[in-house]
Nanobody, 123 residues
Framework: QVQLAESGGGLVQTGGTLLLSCSVSGGTFRSYAMGWFRQAPGKEREFVAAINWSGGSPLYADSMKGRFAISRDNAKNTVYLQMNSLKPEDTALYYC????????????????WGQGTQVTVSS
């Protein structure tokens, strides 16, 4: 059974940084495309970033491009999301997801999801 576990969330001030991690167990990590998504209170879950199995050609939501960076370490079965210049509107529950298909911005079809890690940005 494939399990995803996010970590690294917390409370940070505007302009601060956080590094989120997502550890994957029970599957062949290097065969998965990996994605990060977020959901703020009262809003729909939205795409943040995604990366293919080799780490090349990552995708980003327009509002995060230049501030967030997704990366992966296949030796550690872990995907990361480096978040810089954080804003209060980045406050959300951040989820990682894994899929055996190609990377994409859509929420649909991702095979596995984690439980999320909370990020709160204070003004």
């Amino acid at each position: 059974q494939v399990q995803l576990a996010e970590s690294g969330g917390g409370l940070v001030q505007t302009g601060g940084t956080l590094l989120l991690s997502c550890s994957v167990s029970g599957g062949t990590f290097r065969s998965y495309a990996m994605g990060w998504f977020r959901q703020a209170p009262g809003k729909e879950r939205e795409f943040v970033a995604a990366i293919n199995w080799s780490g090349g050609s990552p995708l980003y939501a327009d509002s995060m491009k230049g501030r967030f960076a997704i990366s992966r370490d296949n030796a550690k079965n872990t995907v990361y999301l480096q978040m810089n210049s954080l804003k209060p509107e980045d406050t959300a529950l951040y989820y990682c997801a894994a899929d055996r298909g190609p990377i994409r911005r859509g929420l649909g079809g991702w095979d596995y999801w984690g439980q999320g890690t909370q990020v709160t940005v204070s003004s």
